[in-house]
C-alpha cells in the first residue's frame, strides 16, 4: 500500500482541495478529495481476500472504494450534497460521512431514476471495527469528502470480481437484523449498476422462487429500471411462474417503470391472465398509467370479460386515472351500459370525482329521466 501524493497527482492545490486531477491515458482514475487520507492500493487477482485483507486493519472507521463501469444512469443523485463557491460555482463534494444525500439507501421512485449518461461507477465501503457496515454507490465524478478518514482506493477491479464479492452480502441477509437487511439492500442495488452480463446472472438467481420473497420483489424492480432487454426477459420469467402474487404484483410494476419494448404487452398478459384477482388489478392499474390504446383496450376487456367483480372494479378505476380526454368518455360508456351495477356505481364515483363537464353533462342527463 502506497499514500498518495495528492499535489503531485493534480498538479495543483486551491483551497485545501484537490483540483483538476485527470491521470493519463491508461493510468487508474483516481477521485478527487477533500479532509481524506487517500491511499492506492492494488485489488489482486482475488477481490475477496484483498477486502478481507483490508478490512482486517480497520480498528477504527475507513472507507475503501473502487471504479466500475455502470449502465447509463444518474445513480445516487451524484454530488447532490454540495455547496456554493463564493463565485457560483459548484464544489461537488459528496460527505462520505453524512447520510443525507446516499443514493444507495434512499428509497427510489419511478420518477428519481434517470436513465441517461453517466458511465463510471464508484463503489464505497464503510468499514469499522473490523467489520464492512455499509455500501454507498455514487456516479463517477464527484470530489468525495471522507471527514478525515482513511480512503483506500482499489486499482483495476474487475467488474465480474465487483459482483461476485457484492452478492456475499445479499443472500442469507433478507431476514437478519435492521443493518444486514440495509446492507443487503445496499449491495443489490450496487449490483443492478453493474455494466456486466456478470449482473444480469446475479439477479436472476437472487430472484429464483426459492430466495425469500422480499429479496424477489426488490431484485425485480432493479432488473425493471435498470437491466434492459435481459432484465425485462427475466421479469417476463417472474410473470408467469413466481408462485407468490405478491412477487407478481411487483413485476407489474418492474414492468411498467421498464423502458424494453413489449413490456407493455406482458403487463396486458398479466392483466388478462394471472390467476391472482389482485395482480390483475394491479396490472390494470398500471397499464393505465401507461394510457395509448393498447392499454384502453386491455382495460375496457377486463370490465367486459373479467369474471371478478372486484377486478372490474379496480378496471374502472384504472379508467379514472388515464387522461381524461381517453378515460371520462370511457366512464361514462360504461356507467350508460354495463350490465353489472356495482361495475356502474363504480364507474358514476369517479366520474362525481373527475369534475369533467362531460360527467356534469352525463348526471344532469341521467336525472332528467
Known amino acids: 500500500m502506497r499514500a498518495l501524493n495528492l499535489i503531485g497527482i493534480a498538479g495543483i492545490f486551491c483551497g485545501g482541495l484537490?483540483?483538476?486531477?485527470?491521470?493519463?491515458?491508461?493510468?487508474?482514475?483516481?477521485?478527487?478529495?477533500?479532509?481524506?487520507?487517500?491511499?492506492?492500493?492494488?485489488?489482486?487477482?482475488?477481490?475477496?481476500?484483498?477486502?478481507?485483507?483490508?478490512?482486517a486493519t480497520a480498528d477504527g472507521p475507513m472507507w475503501i472504494g473502487y471504479e466500475v463501469a455502470s449502465v447509463p444512469g444518474n445513480h445516487g443523485d451524484c454530488c447532490g450534497d454540495y455547496g456554493e463557491r463564493a463565485n457560483g460555482q459548484s464544489n461537488r463534494v459528496w460527505h462520505l460521512e453524512r447520510e443525507r444525500g446516499s443514493g444507495s439507501e434512499s428509497i427510489i421512485t419511478k420518477d428519481e431514476v434517470k436513465l441517461e449518461g453517466g458511465k463510471d461507477l464508484w463503489i464505497l465501503?464503510?468499514?469499522?471495527?473490523?467489520?464492512?457496515?455499509?455500501?454507498?454507490?455514487?456516479s463517477g465524478g464527484c470530489r468525495l469528502d471522507a471527514g478525515g478518514l482513511r480512503l483506500i482506493w482499489l486499482e483495476d477491479v474487475k467488474s465480474t470480481g465487483s459482483v461476485a464479492f457484492l452478492s456475499g452480502f445479499v443472500q442469507g441477509r433478507e431476514n437478519s437484523g435492521s443493518d444486514d437487511h440495509r446492507i443487503s439492500e445496499q449491495a443489490l442495488t450496487a449490483i443492478a449498476l453493474h455494466a456486466d452480463a456478470a449482473?444480469?446472472?446475479?439477479?436472476?438467481?437472487?430472484?429464483?422462487p426459492g430466495q425469500p420473497e422480499g429479496l424477489r420483489k426488490r431484485t425485480s424492480f432493479w432488473m425493471g429500471v435498470a437491466r434492459g432487454a435481459a432484465g425485462k426477459a427475466q421479469l417476463e420469467k417472474m410473470a408467469r411462474t413466481d408462485p407468490s402474487s405478491k412477487v407478481r404484483e411487483q413485476v407489474s410494476f418492474a414492468l411498467y417503470v421498464s423502458k424494453e419494448p413489449g413490456a407493455t404487452e406482458e403487463i396486458i398478459r398479466m392483466?388478462?391472465?394471472?390467476?391472482?384477482?389482485?395482480?390483475?388489478?394491479?396490472?390494470?392499474?398500471?397499464?393505465?398509467?401507461?394510457?395509448?390504446?393498447?392499454?384502453?383496450?386491455?382495460?375496457?376487456?377486463?370490465i367486459t370479460n373479467d369474471?371478478?367483480?372486484?377486478?372490474?372494479?379496480?378496471?374502472?378505476?384504472?379508467?379514472?386515472?388515464?387522461?381524461?380526454?381517453?378515460?371520462?368518455?370511457?366512464?361514462i360508456e360504461v356507467a350508460e351500459r354495463n350490465k353489472n351495477l356495482e361495475v356502474r356505481k363504480q364507474a358514476m364515483f369517479w366520474l362525481g370525482q373527475s369534475e369533467d363537464p362531460r360527467a356534469l353533462a352525463f348526471f344532469e342527463r341521467v336525472l332528467r329521466n
Open 18 to 55: 484537490l483540483c483538476g486531477a485527470h491521470p493519463a491515458a491508461g493510468q487508474t482514475k483516481v477521485p478527487e478529495t477533500a479532509n481524506t487520507r487517500i491511499e492506492l492500493h492494488a485489488a489482486g487477482p482475488d477481490l475477496r481476500t484483498t477486502m478481507k485483507d483490508i478490512v
Open 125 to 138: 465501503y464503510r468499514a469499522d471495527k473490523r467489520k464492512i457496515e455499509r455500501i454507498r454507490t455514487i
Open 199 to 208: 449482473a444480469d446472472k446475479a439477479l436472476e438467481g437472487f430472484s429464483a
Open 271 to 302: 392483466a388478462r391472465e394471472d390467476e391472482s384477482a389482485h395482480v390483475r388489478g394491479q396490472a390494470l392499474f398500471w397499464l393505465a398509467q401507461k394510457a395509448g390504446a393498447k392499454a384502453e383496450n386491455a382495460i375496457s376487456e377486463a
Open 307 to 331: 369474471p371478478d367483480t372486484e377486478v372490474k372494479k379496480k378496471a374502472v378505476f384504472a379508467l379514472s386515472q388515464m387522461p381524461k380526454d381517453e378515460g371520462v368518455p370511457k366512464l
